[in-house]
């Protein structure tokens, strides 16, 4: 047998889903497939070649599988929505695997209950972003979902750039517990239930935490919050839409919509068509970080303290420390991205040189890393031309390098991906798959996957006839 599933979330959480069967697609083709992932998960990978076109199209289920759509809520753009719900997704189990337990979900397999005007399809693009973009995610250490593959239904969607190709992705995620899936309980004031899902969530990420331990839960949330965040920012990784259902318990990255990475630095950059006000870009990223675990705080609140004040200071005391930890977080980051060891007191001031030296350069943000390794004893031109103006970065330098010990080149490179899933590369193999050619988007999943080699093809920036990027959400 390919699957071992396992159903906890149906057994322990009632009133927290709905059964529901995926849509059958009528002529399912397997785009891509996960080998390596198939392989790690201990799945018996020529199963999947031949029934994987079933299985992850809802044609035909996996053995064992049980699906189910589930019940959420969340702050979207700051506002809320009492129920949100897997509106075009389908659990189909826990797959108990060698690694650990996983869920496995198919997304844009078809109209649930939690649809609401939404059609519960993908189209074969944004499905293939998601796999690109959690490949690379993968590929330089960052927690994240993965796809297992990448299906086409052999039905069209409508968007609003006509018909499309639809698809399917199988989604691998060590939970799809959100902070919107406490706030959807905490809406209905469904205290038994929230407790039940308090400890079905402590059971998954922190069994070593007793249960019925709120507070323990959120300090280790907030922690692996804090990393995965200053993680995103020392790759340039714009999530673009870091609305409460969108942000996972377990840590990992998750909905991978209309993401995308920063080229210039700058700030304010912000790629989603609909994230007018800016709420999640770049430099946000960690304010949103901070307002969303104040969320979920609320969320959780009963559970710190019987008593309701106490339970507040509580929080209070929890949210105070959000930037503090994140501090420390992306100190660590930039400390290796600048190949330093060990820490001293000016690192932090150090770091943010760098970026003020960066700002209103136009010089590009994985470059400028990368290329550090070049410039450890000489002002290497490959460095200083990315900058329009490069007299802040030449003062910078020497003190950088008065706080280098041997052995920073090699440190450097393997901190500094070469390679970035660059917006003009990323589009061009979308499109193109889209009218049926696989082969760039082959060539550039090949390329993302060993980030630290160089490929000078899919290292550098935009052309500047691509112009100004915008994302969509792909819904
Ligand atoms: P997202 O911004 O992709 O995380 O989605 C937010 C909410 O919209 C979730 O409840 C999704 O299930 C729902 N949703 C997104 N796209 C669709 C669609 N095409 N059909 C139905 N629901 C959708
Ligand atoms: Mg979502």
New binding site residues.
Partial sequence: MTFHFDHSWKRSLPGTFLEHFPDPAPAPRLVVLNQALAQDLGLDAGALAEHGADWFSGAALPPGADPIALAYA?H?FGGFSAV??????HLLGEMVTPLGRFDLQLKGSG?TP???G?????AIGPMLREYLMSEYMAAVGVPTTRCLAVVTTGQEVYRDTGALPGAVVARVAASHIRVGSFQFLAARKESEKLRALLNFTLARHDPDLAPGDALGLFDRVMRRQARLIAQWMGLGFIHG?M?T??VALSGETI?Y?PCAFMESYAPGTVFSSIDRQGRYAYANQPLILGWNLARLAEALLGGFDPDPDRAVDLANERLDQITPIYDVEWLRVMQGKLGLLGQEPGDMNLARGLLTAMEGQDADWTLTFHRLAQATTTDAPALTGLFADPAGLLGWLPKWRARLAPGADARLLAANPAIIPRNHRVEQALDAATLGDLAPFEALLAAIQSPFSEAEAYMLPAPAAFGRYVTF?G?
């Fill in positions: 969340g979207q949100l719900g897997d509106g075009r997704a109209r939690f649809s609401r939404g059609d519960g399809k993908a839409v609305n259902d969108n909905d919509g959400c819904t």
